[in-house]
């Protein structure tokens, strides 16, 4: 496996999905974590960080662990903290090289840069400068503004960029870290959903037995490949629990459920629905509702799974990033998260959780390997608390409704809408969902009458871990499309408006 040290920067997570795409294991571990037991470990990358190294509070970390022991690539902040410790020189720029710059030269006879061509586009994000690297080490690429944009040792394993090769505009990325991965370090790439399916399967049968597991489904990708995933392991010990709270998408509980049963799934599906609305009757806080549900959530699944009372385990879907150790640097809640969850203490269950080394990519190959649905498969990530945080103010069962109706117009057209290169609109986006704006009124008029009700809005964004999102540039056509039909056909709203804010400053959600 490869070790990603995560020293704060906002692409650590796509430097760990960029080597699994090369079907290579990789953990990300904080900076100051690198392993005592390295059994396994082929190579090590040292991520960004929001820090200059000269900054009192930089992340250090002491380089003798692995250097020297292991082929090394420090990118961006990593390239300076090494050089900074070997005796090179890292400066303030007065510019801040930001964004596009292209490889002037580079050593075609290094392996990090085989298969590079001229002029290759690479990007820049940093406010220092190398401006001496380790007397042992020797340039290996400039561009017309940085000298040293990467550098490698004379003496050991260790390479240094100063661009970032996991992100997208840097167009030879993918051959930088696969010229690591694979031709340095070793890697036999050898990760594959087939793969994974079959170890884990059989994994899941030694640990489980003949042992009942409770699990809870949201619908969601992540907990459905998990329960598809048991199932194939260990059939009808599987028990999974389904809570409808009423705030789900149009049919959604019944679609799922029927989608579930299609797969074979032992599943008991239960229509909490009442108690929530109750309990949410005039809340208008956002985090408020968020706690209440959140606390109904564990309450309603709780006294369904004491029901089953040989359970042993529960089961959870979750995911590698829901797991990395953040370095929190800002260490600022926006939103508390809610998500399916909650142990019933007193049954002192064990937890198992298959899915937890896997990016959302790979749970999805996973998916198709189980042959799930496509819909399901390619589902949106939606909010545990559903609905209601989509809808401004109070909830009550007619702002759901007429919520789920104008929802239900916006994403089956998305569905529907082909672009020209044969995906569809709903594939195209990271997520998309409609806002009902209850709180407040606009006038309007149908046919001679006048019409003062509410407006909804629509969100679409494109993203590729939900932490930064732009708004997805929908075709008109299609905008004017789901305007008239949900306006038409949806009786309490009279506008429709499209949301244009990204994610920062704005979150996806309005609430
Ligand atoms: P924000 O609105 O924070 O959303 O930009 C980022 C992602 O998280 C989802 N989200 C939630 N998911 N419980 C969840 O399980 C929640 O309370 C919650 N709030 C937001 C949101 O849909 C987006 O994908």
Redesign the pocket.
């Known amino acids: 496996k490869i070790i990603i040290l995560d020293f704060g920067s906002q692409t650590t997570q796509l430097i760990g999905r960029r080597v699994r795409e090369l079907d290579t294991f990789c953990e990300i571990l904080p900076y100051n974590k690198f392993p005592q037991d390295t059994t396994g470990v082929i190579g090590v990358i040292l991520s960004g960080s929001p820090y200059s190294v000269h900054d009192p509070e930089a992340f250090k970390v002491d380089l003798s662990q692995f250097v020297g022991k292991f082929p090394v690539l420090g990118i961006c902040y990593g390239a300076q903290f090494i050089a900074s410790q070997g005796g090179g020189k890292v400066e303030k720029t007065n510019t801040r090289e930001y964004g596009r710059a292209h490889l002037t030269s580079f050593d075609a006879q290094n392996p990090l840069f085989r298969g590079f061509k001229e002029n290759s586009q690479v990007w820049m994000s940093h406010g220092d400068t190398i401006t001496a690297i380790p007397a042992d080490c020797h340039v290996i690429a400039s561009t017309a503004d940085v000298k040293f944009a990467a550098y490698a040792s004379d003496s050991k394993p260790l390479w240094a960029v100063q661009f970032h090769p996991e992100v997208f505009h840097t167009e030879q990325g993918k051959q930088l870290l696969q010229n690591f991965v694979v031709d340095i370090c070793g890697s036999k790439q050898e990760w594959s959903a087939a793969s994974f399916v079959e170890t884990t399967v059989k994994e899941l049968k030694e640990q489980l037995g003949n042992d009942r597991v409770i699990l809870g489904l949201?619908g969601g990708v992540d907990s459905s490949v998990c329960a598809t995933l048991l199932n194939r392991a260990i059939g009808s010990n599987l028990t999974c629990i389904f809570v409808d709270h009423g705030m789900l998408r149009k049919n959604e509980f019944q679609k799922v459920m029927d989608a579930y049963k299609g797969l074979g799934l032992n599943v008991i599906g239960v229509d909490a629905s009442d108690k929530f609305f109750k309990d949410l009757e005039g809340v208008t806080d956002p985090e408020q509702k968020?706690k209440i549900?959140?606390r109904d959530f564990v309450e309603v699944f709780n006294a369904e799974a004491k029901k089953i009372t040989d359970a042993k385990w529960l089961a959870q879907g979750t995911i590698y990033p829901d797991r990395i150790e953040s370095l929190s640097i800002t260490g600022m809640t926006?939103?508390?998260?809610?998500?399916?969850g909650g142990l019933p203490k007193e049954m002192k269950l064990q937890l198992c959780e298959p899915l937890q080394w896997l990016f959302k990519d790979e749970v999805r190959r996973v998916g198709y390997e189980l042959k799930m649905p496509e819909r399901l498969i390619k589902r949106?990530?939606?909010?545990?608390?559903g609905l209601a945080?989509r809808i401004l103010g109070d909830i009550t069962r007619e702002k759901v409704r007429i919520l789920q109706d104008a929802d239900d117009i916006y994403i089956e057209n998305m569905h529907n809408y082909v672009c020209e290169d044969g995906e569809s609109l709903y594939d195209k986006v990271?997520?998309a969902?409609t806002v009902l704006l209850s709180t407040i009124r606009s006038v309007g008029v149908m046919g001679d009458e006048r019409t003062y009700e509410h407006p909804v809005a629509l969100r679409a964004v494109t993203?590729m871990d939900?932490?930064t999102?732009d708004w997805a540039h929908l075709p008109y056509d299609f905008m004017a499309k789901v305007s008239n039909e949900i306006i038409n056909k949806v009786k309490g709203v009279n506008r429709v408006c499209y949301d244009i804010s990204s994610?920062p400053p704005?979150?996806?959600?309005?609430?």
């Open positions: 949201s968020r549900i959140g926006i939103k508390s998260h809610h998500n399916v949106h990530p939606f909010p545990g608390p945080v990271w997520q969902g993203s939900a932490m999102a994610k704005s979150t996806i959600e309005w609430e």
